[in-house]
């Protein structure tokens, strides 16, 4: 079946630093989704990226969908302690619709030091 | 973007009963809805995809006398662990699909107990 890697599996930064994290995958996937999630909660959509080579940014996050179309980048600029979290990588490689499964990375632990 | 829901956010039972989670999508239809069980520190795992209107379909492992899903309106998908044990203890999360292609959204995730 298809398998996301993704790393770092942790980080630990100064608040200020850029972090940036990535993942690959063994099949080409058609839509990429980056997504944060906090202690006790449920996921929240970051970006979606749709296009082999799209960068596309929220903010102080830019995410790219490589052109190979195997693996996507995130990254987060002038990092602060509210960016704490564990960030997924998810993809699939289905296009047109969101009622496909999705395959999920396993996550990279951000731990900013204020 | 799109919202969510799930009830409840925290429950705790006896082994041997059973407890329903709801996850309703707030502002959109939802044909499809997911189903994942988390572990502490670790991803998401897909149990079954809840299709309205017709079974689930349930991913290898996953008993589906155990997880009883059910998907009878578009925006109303309940999961029933039945004769929870100890072992089923874990952070049970649904989503749904956007407006948009390809995105999901997630709810608030229900932690389960059982003693």
């Known amino acids: 079946g298809q398998q996301l890697n993704q790393s770092p599996q942790s980080m630990f930064i100064q608040e200020g630093e850029d972090v940036s994290m990535n993942c690959t995958s063994s099949?080409?996937?058609?839509?990429w989704l980056w997504y944060k999630q906090e202690p006790g909660e449920g996921p929240v959509l970051l970006i979606a990226l749709y296009k082999a080579g799209e960068l596309t940014s929220n903010g102080r996050l830019t995410a790219q969908f490589g052109i190979t179309r195997k693996d996507s980048f995130l990254n987060i600029s002038a990092s602060i302690p509210s960016d704490v979290g564990i960030y997924f990588c998810?993809?699939?490689?289905?296009?047109?619709?969101?009622?496909?499964?999705?395959?999920f990375g396993k996550g990279t632990l951000l731990t900013v030091n204020p | 973007g799109a919202v969510v829901s799930q009830h409840p956010s925290r429950v705790i039972c006896k082994s041997g009963t059973s407890v329903k989670i709801e996850c309703r999508s707030l502002?959109?239809?939802?044909?499809?809805m997911f189903w994942y069980r988390q572990f502490p520190k670790q991803s998401l795992m897909l149990m079954a995809t809840?299709?309205?209107?017709?079974?689930?379909?349930?991913e290898q492992g996953v008993e589906k006398d155990k997880f009883l899903i059910n998907h009878a309106s578009l925006t109303l998908s309940t999961l029933t662990v039945t004769s929870a044990h100890p072992e089923d203890s874990s952070f049970y999360i649904c989503?749904?699909?956007?407006?948009?292609?390809?995105?999901?959204?997630f709810g608030e995730g229900s932690r389960l107990t059982v003693l």
């Open positions: 998810a993809g699939t490689p289905y296009s047109g619709g969101s009622n496909y499964k999705l395959t």
């Open positions: 502002d959109f239809q939802a044909t499809t």
């Open positions: 809840s299709n309205e209107g017709s079974k689930a379909t349930y």
């Open positions: 099949s080409i996937f058609n839509t």
């Open positions: 989503s749904a699909g956007g407006l948009n292609t390809g995105e999901l959204f």
